[in-house]
């Protein structure tokens, strides 16, 4: 502890420079650091109003690449992704969507996916939204959806609800081939 005392008094930040160097935390935040402790006044942020700056463009950042990794893993993906709110509307939906029902994006952000569902499905479906409004998990929920051309899909959900922010995070998989190759 006295050596740590002495360090400080010296202003030696050889062992703080090092262990900067050895994390794991971005270049950019370690940079960051290492100009907050120069020892020469003009190397440093000349105030507090640049270290903010220069973080929240560092978190801008960050936010935009987790955006953009979030969009590269919906659009990736051979299943159907979606983002819905529990009053029953899609509120982001992957492209496999439009692949596989035909319809564009403002139509399926536009109507209540009720809207969808085939009619002897609904019921069942209703359902299954009261067990996601309560937070409850679904696995492997199948209903049929009705595609732009008029025929019918069968997709398997799994989807999980935040009730608190009103929002469904769910994903299908086209099971239509799958159950006509079984039967």
Same mark, same amino acid.
């Given at each position: 502890m006295i050596d740590v005392c002495f360090r400080a008094a010296q202003g030696d930040l050889s062992l703080t420079y090092q262990k900067l160097s050895e994390c794991e935390a971005d270049g950019v935040l370690i940079r960051l650091a290492r100009n907050c !402790?120069?020892?020469?006044m003009d190397l440093r942020p000349a105030h507090a109003g640049i270290v903010a700056k220069e973080l929240t463009m560092y978190l801008e950042s960050m936010l935009q690449r987790a955006e953009t990794d979030l969009k590269q893993f919906f659009d990736l993906s051979l299943d159907l992704f979606c983002i819905a709110g529990l009053d029953g509307y899609f509120r982001r939906v %992957?492209? %496999?969507f439009f +692949?596989? !029902?035909?319809? %564009?994006?403002k139509s399926l952000l536009s109507r209540p996916? !009720?809207?969808?569902?085939?009619?002897d499905d609904r019921v069942d479906t209703i359902r299954v939204m009261g067990q996601l409004l309560e937070g409850r998990p679904v696995v492997q929920f199948q209903n049929r959806y009705q595609t732009e051309f008029g025929s019918w +899909? +069968?997709?398997e959900? &799994?989807?999980k609800s935040i009730p608190e922010e009103g929002v469904i995070f769910a994903v299908a998989r086209?099971? &239509?081939e799958q159950l006509r190759k079984a039967d």
């Open positions: !402790l120069a020892p020469e %992957n492209s %496999n +692949r596989v !029902l035909g319809y %564009n994006e996916f !009720l809207d969808f569902v085939h009619p +899909r +069968r997709f959900w &799994t989807a086209d099971v &239509t």
